[in-house]
């Protein structure tokens, strides 16, 4: 089987609600991503035979082929196809393991694998609750379903809090959790960990000032387990509270995937070897388990054990998923979301895939590790999980 290279992965720096990214369309911010890779590599633009663009909620400005209108707003030409995908939180893990996949085969030589969600924008939930609103339909969950396992609905939360009962996991332990990512994740940014990511975005303060968005904005520096531990509980008698999961957020990202013979066509330089790439699926009620065993089936498949693996990107969803995975499979703490995850950065839900990827192949390198694993719980009870072996 040949081999796939990941020759460039950027990201914007992540917005709040309502914040910095805000203003700008979602076809654009995309298009910035992919503008970046293309400038960084110096790759000709005419020779990306597909973009791969990940995004959950794919209503409003996010519909219509959101992937080919990045595309148009980028310096890409018309002659570039894309396609828009959606496996939940997962969607651009999957672009990548789509991209990594053609070239694999032998079918493809460049493509671009993304995300893109605007959730100011297009809030989360708005396909379904919108078609409600209007009539339109019975929702996502046919009866049927629904009878099968015994359920009124499925719900992240539900299952996130599932998760914590089963592992034992009080407030306080997935309040620490929380406070751990702010202060990874702030001094990751006061060290420039992200400065090599990161793809400047302009923007427009309320006082009119033009700025380059650079910074995530969901850091909380001054965060302290008395903060944290002030927020409401999302439900009365349950264990976990806003400040404890994943924040809304605007962002896109991306890579660029090559083969061997574009390596040497183009004169680019790797930065990662794809190893190995899993996607399962198990129970939709308890739903966020599955990183778990998706972890399991890659390790499995490339011959590697966990101590392998120098660094770790697990989604933080919610503190229950990625305290029940290091509980799970006696993973070393220490290697976890080194530098912080969307508990402070954000969880742009269809980018978060290859936004975590791209701060996964910039850590490995900064730190001389080998090694890379990426996985995330996906609603409907999916994970993907991705190796990868930094160059």
Same mark, same amino acid.
């Given at each position: 089987m040949a081999e796939a290279y990941i020759v460039a992965a950027r990201r914007t720096a992540g917005g709040r609600r309502n914040g910095a990214l805000s203003g700008t369309h979602p076809a654009d911010l995309g298009a910035r991503v992919l503008d970046a890779l293309v400038e960084e590599t110096g790759i000709d633009p005419a020779s990306i035979e597909d973009v791969i663009i990940g995004c959950v909620s794919q209503i409003g400005e996010q519909t219509f082929a959101l992937g080919r209108n990045v595309v148009l707003a980028s310096s890409l030409p018309q002659s570039v196809p894309a396609v828009t995908i959606d496996r939940q939180c997962g969607s651009s893990q999957q672009s990548l393991h789509f991209a990594a996949q053609a070239v694999m085969s032998g079918m493809q030589d460049v493509v671009i694998a993304g995300g893109v969600e605007s959730m100011s924008r297009v809030p989360m939930g708005s396909p379904v609750s919108l078609a409600a609103k209007a009539g339109v339909g019975e929702g996502p969950f046919p009866a049927s379903v629904l009878e099968r396992f015994g359920v009124t609905n499925f719900s992240q939360f539900d299952g996130a809090q599932m998760i914590a009962d089963k592992y034992g996991f009080t407030r306080e332990d997935m309040d620490r959790f929380a406070l751990e990512s702010h202060r990874k994740a702030s001094a990751a940014t006061e060290a420039g960990a992200f400065d090599d $990511? %990161?793809? @400047? =975005? @302009?923007? =427009?303060?309320? +006082?009119? $000032? $033009? &700025? *380059?968005? !650079?910074?995530? $904005?969901? %850091? /909380?520096?001054d965060a302290s387990m008395e903060s944290i531990g002030s927020v409401k509980l999302l439900v009365e008698g349950g264990t976990l509270s806003a400040a404890t999961a994943s924040q809304i957020c605007d962002g896109a990202s991306g890579v660029l995937i090559v083969s061997e013979r574009a390596l040497k066509t183009h004169s680019l330089t790797p930065l990662a070897r794809i190893v190995d790439l899993a996607v399962t699926a198990g129970d939709p009620v308890v739903m966020l388990e599955e990183p778990i065993p998706a972890t399991r089936r890659t390790l499995d498949r490339a011959g590697l054990a966990l101590n392998d693996i120098d660094l770790l990107e697990v989604n933080e969803a919610f503190a229950s998923i990625p305290l029940a995975w290091l509980q799970a499979l006696g993973a070393d703490a220490d290697k976890l979301n080194v530098n912080g995850g969307a508990i402070a950065l954000g969880h742009p839900l269809g980018a978060t895939? !290859?936004?975590? *990827?791209? !701060?996964? =192949?910039? +850590?490995? /390198? +900064? &730190?001389?590790?080998?090694?890379?694993?990426?996985t995330m719980c996906e609603g409907g009870g999916i994970a993907n999980a991705t190796i990868i072996e930094a160059l």
């Open positions: $990511e %990161i793809v @400047p =975005v @302009p923007y =427009v303060t309320d +006082a009119g $000032e $033009e &700025r *380059m968005h !650079t910074r995530d $904005e969901g %850091i /909380r520096d895939g !290859t936004k975590l *990827m791209a !701060t996964l =192949v910039h +850590a490995l /390198r +900064a &730190r001389g590790g080998r090694y890379g694993l990426q």
